[in-house]
């Protein structure tokens, strides 16, 4: 069964601090990455995509993408407390329009 | 621009009653999907349509039908509600273009509480 994995959380990290979240899937097939930020009781909201192994930056945020250990992660610089959400990692294994969705990290920013 | 609206916000069923849920994009995307998103569980899909005219089957289908009414509309059916159904249904959206970085944009969810 294909699979994304993500720490539940939740993580605490001080404010203006590195905000680190992994997420690892099973298909060595799989085509693409996002990063969703879900707060709570609202709909997810797309953070940003990766497809190419290494790393992409869109302003504060750092996608990092291993294809080899099957893993990815989102770094958010400068930690804000309105970053404090849970983040969905979500997967395209076939190029088709299934997403294969992780479970998300709860990340908590301390002021 | 709305982007993806839902109705209702919230609603609450008894068991083997039935309902609609609607959702529309106007976005004027190809592709539209229903999740369910339980607690402690990534989003499950349910149903999706690739483009106007087409359904298929995601990755929870049972208990639930779809309607593509047009581009625009996507309904999803509850004919004889259960307790295992309580759930946040989110609908969303892409362009559906097949590619793998085709980006899916989610309506605000309908809260559903079956007793």
């Known amino acids: 069964q294909k699979e994304v994995e993500q720490n539940s959380g939740p993580l605490s990290v001080p404010e203006g601090a590195i905000a680190s979240l992994n997420c690892t899937y099973s298909?060595?097939?799989?085509?693409?990455f996002f990063w969703y930020r879900q707060y709570s009781g609202k709909s997810p909201e797309l953070i940003m995509f990766?497809?190419s192994n290494g790393d992409k930056e869109d302003g504060r945020f750092t996608a990092q993408l291993n294809k080899a250990s099957q893993y990815v992660s989102l770094l958010i610089r400068d930690s804000q407390p309105s970053d404090s959400a849970t983040y969905l990692c979500?997967?395209?294994?076939?190029?088709?329009?299934?997403?294969?969705w992780g479970a998300g990290t709860k990340l908590i920013i301390k002021p | 621009n709305a982007g993806v609206t839902q109705t209702p916000k919230f609603q609450v069923l008894k068991t083997g009653q039935s309902m609609t849920l609607q959702c529309a994009q106007d976005?004027?995307?190809?592709?539209m999907y229903w999740y369910r998103q339980d607690p402690g569980m990534g989003l499950r899909l349910i149903y999706y349509?690739?483009?106007?005219?087409?359904?298929d089957k995601g990755e929870v289908p049972n208990g639930y039908n779809v309607s593509r009414l047009n581009k625009r509309e996507f309904s999803l059916r509850l004919e004889s509600a259960a307790p295992s159904q309580t759930s946040v249904y989110f609908c969303a959206s892409s362009l559906g273009i097949g590619a793998g970085t085709d980006t899916q944009y989610f309506g605000p969810g309908t809260r559903l509480t079956v007793l």
């Open positions: 298909d060595q097939g799989s085509q693409s």
């Open positions: 990766i497809y």
């Open positions: 976005m004027n995307h190809n592709s």
């Open positions: 349509s690739a483009s106007e005219g087409t359904t």
């Open positions: 979500a997967v395209n294994m076939e190029s088709n329009y299934q997403l294969i």
